[in-house]
Each structure stands twice: as C-alpha cells, then as structure tokens.
C-alpha cells in the first residue's frame, strides 16, 4: 500500500516553461514533505521541503504548494533548464519525536528539451 | 567533505553467495540509514542508526538481510544468502539530525544477483 503516491512516471516540458510535479499521500501523520532530485548513477539529493504549518515555501526557481485538505503536494520549476533533467522523489515523514522514517514516492522522470 | 561514501558501487553476485555492502557516512552524522531501490517498490528505508545503535529495523524484508554499525565511521549491509530477488540499488545516507536537517545520500551499490 502506497503512502505516496507520485501518478506520473515521465514529464516532458520545453527549456524556459513551468514543470509541475504532483505527489499524494494518504497518511494523514504525514507533517513533513520533502523533494529530492537524482541525477544517473548518484544518489538523491535534497531539494526543496514544507512543514504542515505552512502551504508554500520557495527557493529560487524551485516552489513547493502543500495542499493538506487534498492531501497533496507539488514542486513548480520555473523556468525550467535542461540541468533539471533528473528523477524526482517526493518523500513525506511522520510526527512524533523519534520518527525519522521517510516515505519516498516511486519518482517522476522529468526531461527538460532545449 | 567528501560525502557519503558506498563501496563497492556495483556487485554481481551469484544466488546463494554472501554479499556486504559498505558505507562510510559523513563525519560528525549521528544517524545512518539504509535504503534499497526497486523498481516495483521505489525506494524504501531498511533500517537506521543512531550514535551505532540500530533504532528501527521493520524494513529489513528478512532474516536474510543483517546490518551492523561497530563505529561512527563505518556500517555493513549484508545479505546471506543472496536471492535473484535482491537485485536493486542500495543506498546510504547520513544526517546530523534528520528532525531539522536533511538526509545526505551516497552513491549507491548496484546489486545484481544471477
């Protein structure tokens, strides 16, 4: 049973538009979200989180959108490069003091095209 | 720094065969995990440490599979004996404190078991 769920295996967008990734999850625990991005043959590197407190956090060109009532979260590039061509993971952890488990989604290809 | 290290990065192994997989995490992290990454499961914690003290294990899939932190330094994954089921990328990764901070990937081992 998937607990994030991210629908979408492969995105495909053009150098300079938006790219969106949507993840879902259903464990209402759930307090903690968090983007990574992995590029072939390394590992997952950290990219962008939200706490349950807030709705949206932004980096640069990386904004995350928490929507709690939905039970959904999502990651816009903008614009996007073709160095963000990687696979990204959408990875949730719980509340509680001791509760380090994080909970990846399967990942999203996404392909940036010149 | 140099970041997490895994060795080695790729295995091939035959069924039955013991393998250990290896990682040497950031210096000054006081937390190790493993994970390990399939195409049918994505990515999943199988267990982690904290100060070399296994604090949750429930993503070990079997008795097979046996993991060890005897330093700060230095933790083996191993599996005896190895089943073509196996097969995956096994990730390190390392945190100060995974409540505030990030968690920090290696390289990963590819393993390949025939």
Redesign the interface.
């Known amino acids: 049973d998937q607990q994030v769920k991210q629908n979408s295996p492969s995105l495909s967008v053009q150098e300079g538009r938006i790219s969106i990734l949507n993840c879902d999850y259903t464990n209402s625990m759930f307090d903690y979200f968090l983007w990574y991005k992995k590029y072939p043959a390394e590992g997952p590197t950290f990219l962008i989180s939200i706490s349950s407190i807030k709705d949206k956090n932004e980096d640069g060109r990386f904004t995350v959108f928490l929507n709690k009532s939905a039970k959904h979260l999502s990651l816009h590039i903008v614009p996007s490069q073709p160095g963000d061509s990687a696979v990204y993971f959408c990875a949730a952890r719980g509340s509680g003091g001791s509760n380090y488990k994080l909970t990846f989604g399967k990942g999203t290809l996404l392909t940036v095209n010149p | 720094d140099a970041g997490?290290i895994q060795s080695p990065r790729h295995e091939v192994t035959e069924m039955g065969q013991e393998v250990t997989l290896r990682c040497k995490p950031i210096s000054g992290h006081d937390?190790l995990f493993w994970y390990r990454q399939t195409m049918m499961r994505?990515?999943?914690?199988l267990i982690?440490f904290?100060n070399n003290v296994p604090?949750?294990d429930s993503g070990m899939p079997e008795d097979r599979f046996s993991a060890k932190m005897p330093n700060a330094s230095f933790s083996t994954l191993k599996i005896q004996p190895s089943e073509p089921r196996d097969s995956a990328v096994y990730?390190c990764?390392s945190?100060f404190d995974?409540?505030t901070d990030?968690?920090?990937?290696?390289?990963?081992t590819r393993l390949t078991v025939l």
């Open positions: 997490v937390y994505g990515l999943e914690l982690y904290n604090i949750d990730f990764a945190s995974p409540h990030t968690q920090y990937f290696g390289p990963g």
